[in-house]
C-alpha cells in the first residue's frame, strides 16, 4: 500500500499532508510508481482526452490521491515548444477523471507534473536501506555507510515528476520538438528517438538528467502498464545518462527512475528524493506521417 493510499482520509484541516505521510509512511519500493495516465496516449486532433494520476501497481494501484496543493507544475507543451498552464484544470478526485486537455495541434504533446518535496518517510534502517538497495541508490547507501548511519532510521522528503508523451494524428517524420528534450523537470527521462514514428526500431533510447545534467548509475525500469504488477526490464544509466530499451510498437508504456541527494545535518530528513515516470503508447500501429 503506498504513502498516498494510507494518507486517504485521514487529512485533517490545517495539517500539512507531509506530516500525515511520516506517520503513515508504505512501502518505498512501491513510492516511485505515480504516472499520468491519458485515456488515449493517441488521439485526434480537437479530441478531448481524460487523464487520471495512477499510484501502485498490480492490484494495489489506483487513482492518487495526491493534493492540488502541492502540485507546483502541470503543463501541456505542444509539438512547437508552446506551453499551456492546466493547474488551474485540474479536478483531482472527479467521478471519471483528474484533468483533461484539448491538443489543437497534431503531433507530439507533453504532459509534464511536478510536485513539491514537503512529503516525508521514516523508516526503521533495515527498511530504508534495503529501500535504497531496490531503487538503485547505491550513492545514498554508500553515504549511509561511510557517515557511521547504516544501523539508523532513515529519512527523506521526496516529491515526484511524472511526464506523458500523447500523439496526436499521424506520427510525425521528422524529430518532434519539445518530446526529444528536456522541459526542465528536477528529474527526467527523455527519449532520444521519436516513440510514435511509424519506422521505428523496436529498440529506443533514452536518457536520465538529474538538475539538468545526464545522470550516470541510475536504475531504470521497464513496465507494461496493461500488465503491471512487475516490471518488465531494468538498466542503469551509463556516464552519459543513457539506457536502451526494447519495447513494442504496441502497448502502453512506463519508465520509472528514483534519485536522491543527502541534506544537510540541519535538515529534518536525511535525504530529498526525487521520483519521476514518463509513460508512452499506442494500443495498435502508429499511422504513417504525411
Known amino acids: 500500500m503506498t504513502r498516498f493510499t494510507k494518507a486517504r482520509g485521514r487529512r485533517v484541516a490545517g495539517l500539512v499532508p507531509a506530516v500525515l505521510a511520516v506517520m503513515l509512511a508504505g512501502s518505498p519500493a512501491a513510492a516511485h510508481?505515480?504516472?499520468?495516465?491519458?485515456?488515449a496516449f493517441c488521439t485526434g486532433s480537437d479530441a478531448v482526452t481524460p487523464f487520471t494520476l495512477q499510484v501502485g501497481h498490480g492490484p494495489d494501484r489506483q487513482r492518487s490521491a495526491i493534493p492540488v496543493s502541492r502540485i507546483t507544475r502541470f503543463d501541456a507543451i505542444d509539438p512547437r515548444g508552446a506551453e499551456v498552464d492546466l493547474r488551474g484544470q485540474l479536478h483531482l478526485g472527479g467521478e471519471n477523471a483528474d484533468g483533461a486537455f484539448a491538443p489543437a495541434q497534431a503531433g507530439t504533446h507533453v504532459l509534464a507534473l511536478e510536485t513539491d518535496h514537503r512529503a516525508q518517510s521514516h523508516l526503521a534502517a533495515g527498511r530504508f536501506n534495503a529501500y535504497l538497495r531496490e531503487e538503485g541508490l547505491t550513492p545514498a547507501l554508500v553515504w549511509r555507510e561511510r557517515a557511521g548511519r547504516s544501523d539508523r532510521e532513515g529519512s527523506e522528503n521526496y516529491g515526484?515528476?511524472?511526464?506523458?508523451?500523447v500523439q496526436v494524428g499521424a506520427a510525425a517524420q521528422g524529430t518532434p520538438d519539445p518530446a526529444l528534450q528536456p522541459v526542465g523537470l528536477t528529474l527526467e527521462i527523455v527519449p532520444e528517438s521519436d516513440p510514435y514514428?511509424?519506422?521505428?526500431p523496436p529498440s529506443l533510447p533514452f536518457r536520465v538528467f538529474y538538475q539538468?545534467?545526464?545522470l550516470a548509475g541510475a536504475l531504470v525500469k521497464l513496465t507494461?502498464?496493461?500488465?503491471?504488477?512487475?516490471?518488465?526490464a531494468s538498466q542503469v544509466t551509463d556516464g552519459e545518462g543513457r539506457v536502451v530499451f526494447v519495447i513494442p510498437r504496441t502497448?502502453?508504456?512506463r519508465l520509472n527512475v528514483v534519485w536522491t541527494r543527502p541534506l544537510p545535518a540541519d535538515r529534518e530528513t536525511g535525504f530529498e528524493t526525487t521520483f519521476s515516470s514518463l509513460t508512452f503508447g499506442c494500443r495498435k500501429e502508429p499511422a504513417d506521417g504525411p
Not at 510508481?33 to 485515456?39: G, K, L, M, N, S
Not at 515526484?160 to 508523451?165: E, G, M, Q, T
Open 212 to 214: 539538468g545534467a545526464p
Open 33 to 39: 510508481d505515480f504516472w499520468i495516465q491519458p485515456a
Open 251 to 253: 502497448g502502453q508504456w
Open 197 to 200: 514514428a511509424a519506422s521505428r
Open 160 to 165: 515526484r515528476v511524472a511526464k506523458a508523451l
Open 224 to 232: 507494461d502498464l496493461d500488465d503491471d504488477a512487475h516490471p518488465r
